[in-house]
């Protein structure tokens, strides 16, 4: 397996950029998302790996391969363990990009339900496929909702570790997705199973980012920073958010390494991310300290700079414990003074998304989290939402038994046969950002502003020809009638150069 190459000391002036991105604020994002999946009803044994086959059997025929690309440029296949997963296509926008993955959504969703039908000629009419946007099943295996963010080279892996990680860990309060365990609930599924902050291993260990070097972009400007720490979310304002926040904070990181200046977060460095994670994951109240800082002291200085007040208790000041929350502020207020000071050109990063609301909506967030004030974040964050849901079925059922939570739990994520998340969208109690029409063009269409443009082109005109022909996320190919292949090194070229031009002449 490759390994991301460190170029801490390869500052961006020593070599001329070929893309012009290179030196803004411009970002591509994308979202990667694994499902779960399991049959009900049935009147005959089938596994999982039969259901994900079923499902994907149109798309065998299509492609004579569970591994393909798209018309709308997204990746469509089946992972290890038989979960099928979808990469949506290069974005330039949170907000394109959440279309995209809501896209996504639809399109395993119909995939389930042809399998479905069929499944119920030859295992019963009672015969259900449930497909879990969610991170563990009932077995205890977990799987992942991966977020990729295309990351100037020049960001080293030390500053990733030590800046991003407490960020990323702590973002969860207002991401998580909630989990019944057997303990009880947490606020995030995937803490229980990641066991490092940063590798390039993603078997033997998790880790929260994986150093896998794979940029999908000119390897001398860009890496691909692959994020494992999320939950899959159902909320569309918890996805939009965990980007878009995560967006800012690394125009700060990036800024501070091109000029060689802090960035105002490395005192917010975890002695142990994994254990920091698990901890703050079992606080439902948000405010206890559980995060232990390598610098303390100048954790505790920088708030004070910022204006922000402890809110641990006197006796707790000088030790090594801080809350998620406080992590929180701090990258907020940090990040808002940089967005103030270099407002027009991160605006301009963002084509749809208006910097100002974002960072207006995350202080709203901490701000109710920090007053327990559950109940005004229960139509945003997944899991508040269902935390909020079990507790009233609690006052109502007090008996309601373990088992019959964690069966509450699996329908909120059930994209198929789940009923608890499309009645609270239905109620107006669960907040939506993208129409239906929306998604339903993204379907079929990429975004086009993104090479993703160009390769769903060559996907429907191969598709037309009847041609034989291959592609991944940089190179498009065909090898009858003709051959000819074509190169798109650039995530943020949308125009298509000769070799595109001809390779689309020749179909």
Avoid at 89 to 112: H, K, V, Y
């Amino acid at each position: 397996m490759p390994q991301l190459r460190d170029s801490s000391n390869q500052g961006p002036g020593n070599r001329t950029s070929r893309s012009p991105e290179y030196d803004s604020f411009h970002r591509i994002f994308g979202i990667e998302t694994e499902y779960g999946v399991s049959v009900t009803g049935a009147n005959q044994p089938c596994d999982p790996g039969q259901v994900a086959m079923m499902m994907f059997a149109p798309i065998l025929s299509r492609s004579r391969s569970t591994n393909t690309y798209l018309e709308n440029g997204s990746r469509l296949y089946l992972d290890v363990g038989s979960h099928p997963e979808y990469a949506t296509a290069e974005a330039r926008d949170p907000d394109s990009a959440l279309t995209q993955d809501l896209a996504g959504e639809q399109i395993m969703r119909r995939l389930a339900i042809g399998a479905q039908e069929r499944l119920r000629k030859t295992h019963g009419e009672h015969a259900a496929i449930h497909l879990f946007k969610d991170n563990v099943d009932s077995a205890g295996h977990a799987f992942g909702c991966h977020e990729n963010y295309l990351v100037r080279r020049y960001v080293s892996l030390p500053i990733i570790k030590a800046q991003l990680l407490p960020f990323l860990v702590t973002r969860q309060l207002f991401t998580g997705a909630g989990r019944v365990t057997e303990t009880g609930f947490e606020i995030t599924q995937r803490a229980a199973f990641l066991d490092e902050g940063v590798s390039s291993s993603t078997t033997r260990f998790r880790p929260m980012v994986n150093t896998r070097d794979e940029p999908h972009a000119d390897p001398d400007e860009f890496r691909r920073l692959h994020v494992i720490i999320g939950d899959s979310n159902r909320s569309q304002w918890a996805t939009k958010m965990k980007l878009a926040t995560t967006h800012l904070v690394l125009c700060a990181v990036e800024y501070a390494a091109k000029h060689d200046t802090a960035s105002g977060f490395e005192c917010c460095t975890l002695i142990d991310p994994s254990g920091s994670n698990k901890a703050m994951s079992a606080d439902l109240s948000c405010g206890k300290p559980v995060m232990k800082v390598e610098d303390p002291d100048s954790f505790r200085s920088k708030q004070q700079k910022l204006g922000l007040k402890p809110s641990v208790s006197s006796g707790e000041i000088h030790s090594n414990l801080v809350t998620a929350l406080e992590i929180q502020y701090l990258y907020l207020y940090v990040v808002s003074r940089f967005v103030e000071s270099h407002h027009d050109e991160i605006e301009q990063s963002l084509p749809n998304t208006d910097c100002d609301d974002i960072l207006r909506e995350w202080k709203q967030a901490l701000d109710a989290l920090s007053a327990n004030d559950f109940a005004t974040l229960s139509n945003r964050v997944d899991w508040v939402a269902k935390y909020q849901l079990l507790n009233k079925m609690k006052e109502r059922n007090p008996s309601l038994s373990s088992a019959r939570a964690r069966q509450i739990d699996m329908n909120y994520h059930d994209i198929v046969n789940g009923s608890i998340y499309p009645s609270l969208v239905g109620h107006g109690l669960m907040e939506t950002l993208v129409d239906d029409d929306a998604v339903e063009y993204a379907i079929e269409n990429p975004p086009e502003d993104t090479r993703a443009t160009l390769r769903g082109g060559f996907v429907h005109q191969a598709l037309a020809a009847g041609a034989t022909f291959s592609c991944d996320w940089t190179h498009l190919k065909t090898t009858a009638p003709t051959r000819h292949e074509a190169e798109l090194i650039d995530p943020f070229a949308y125009m298509p150069d000769a070799d595109f031009q001809q390779l689309i002449a020749n179909l």
